[in-house]
């Protein structure tokens, strides 16, 4: 049983990764966090995907030296679930989606609205297992112990300090934004869609 958990943790894991890919594709703006990965991905050449990874693994890393009581066989299940992650970005970015263009302002955003029921609908039913955390979650739910401060205030800051990063980047670089209405989208979306699919 505890095998079939680990399965189809790693499962929607996977299928949040391809929501993600949509939202990206559909190019109005992405989520925070992944606002920072694309103004990244753009500056170094360096495909979105394996940006997505090397930042949650930094996140993971910081986990690893905060955490007083560490699993590791679950940070090991993570790094490998993170790889994969970057890899499914990459396959549907740049592989399997690369030919289709989206001209359409309306069907951009109905793409980036089904992208991102299909991202958190995978991140809620992969935490509903309690295997798998996103690094991001993680570390704000260990700081927030620490600390006794709220989870809401250390992931909210690192939302804005992802937008600031993101915005200094693609202005610095004259890159297009990558905060935009889909980044509003996704933070009036994502969490209610996770927040349903958890339970």
């Known amino acids: 049983m505890q095998y079939k958990k680990y399965f189809l943790s790693f499962f929607y894991y996977m299928v949040a990764a391809f929501g993600i890919s949509l939202t990206i ?7 925070s966090l992944n606002s920072l990965n694309v103004a990244i991905s753009q500056v170094s050449r360096i495909e979105v ?3 997505t990874t090397l930042v949650n693994i930094v996140f993971l890393i ?5 955490e007083k009581n560490k699993k590791i066989f679950e940070y090991l299940f993570m790094i490998l679930s993170l790889i994969c992650f970057g890899s499914i970005i990459n396959i549907f970015l ?3 989606l690369i030919g289709i263009q989206i001209n359409n302002y309306y069907l951009a ?3 980036f609205t089904l992208g991102t029921i299909i991202a958190g609908y995978g991140t809620g039913r992969s935490l509903h297992y309690g295997i798998l955390k996103f690094p991001v979650e993680k570390l704000c739910l260990i700081l927030s112990d ?7 205030l250390y992931r909210y800051g690192v939302d804005i300090i992802c937008i600031f990063f993101s915005l200094f980047i693609s202005l610095t670089f004259n890159y297009p934004l990558f ?3 889909g980044t ?16």
């Open 179 to 181: 905060v935009r209405e």
């Open 62 to 66: 910081a986990c690893i030296f905060v």
């Open 109 to 111: 955003i109905l793409v």
């Open 49 to 51: 995907g394996t940006i």
């Open 25 to 31: 594709k559909a190019e109005i703006g992405v989520s």
């Open 184 to 199: 509003i989208l996704s933070f009036l979306l994502l969490t209610y869609v996770i927040n349903k699919s958890k339970k």
């Open 94 to 96: 740049y592989h399997f």
């Open 146 to 152: 620490k600390t006794k401060k709220s989870f809401a």
